[in-house]
């Protein structure tokens, strides 16, 4: 198998497990906008090997490059490609064209899911603040003058 085959068939396995990333941060978005931990739990059990094999496929294309004498990282994959015929050259900017886009996607999905996963958490710790007896958006002046945010009062769940 060439080089050219061997990268190229590495590249085509990233993009299977990228796609089947985004699919799964999809569904996670969905799960966490209706609050279903079953749904979590089990994407949180399939994402695990898909970025482990990712890493993998990301070790295996270095190591293709650095047989063929070429720098690991963008710049070794680029001269890679550009020392590549025509044809074959076009097919594996086409598939690292596409490649890029599912990444940036799954960066994307992942922020937002972790922005809601943040979000969701405020809601928890400031309602087991209020829970606590401790408001934390009230301010006043302590027993000492000083200026605070944490005004002590009766826990609610005491008075349960």
């Not at 739990?41 to 094999?53: G, W, Y």
């Not at 990712?54 to 070790?59: A, G, V």
């Not at 994959?77 to 050259?89: P, T, V």
Request: proline fraction near 2%; aromatic fraction near 4%; glycine fraction near 6%.
């Amino acid at each position: 198998m060439s080089s050219f085959q061997q990268l190229y068939s590495v590249l085509q396995a990233e993009h299977r497990t990228a796609t089947q990333l985004l699919t799964i941060l999809t569904e996670e978005r969905a799960a966490l906008v209706h609050s279903d931990p079953d749904k979590m739990t089990e994407l949180t059990a399939s994402k695990q090997p898909l970025v482990v094999q990712l890493e993998q496929l990301s070790r295996q294309r270095e190591a293709v490059l650095q047989v063929d004498g070429f720098s690991s990282g963008k710049e070794g994959l680029e001269a890679f490609i550009a020392n590549q015929g025509d044809r074959e050259s076009a097919q594996l900017n086409k598939l690292m064209a596409s490649l890029k886009r599912i990444a940036f996607d799954c960066q994307e999905h992942n922020q937002i899911n972790g922005g809601i996963v943040n979000v969701n958490r405020q809601y928890l710790h400031r309602a087991m603040s209020i829970l606590r007896g401790r408001d934390m958006e009230v301010t006043a002046y302590g027993p000492g003058g000083e200026y605070t945010n944490q005004i002590v009062r009766q826990p609610l769940i005491g008075r349960v």
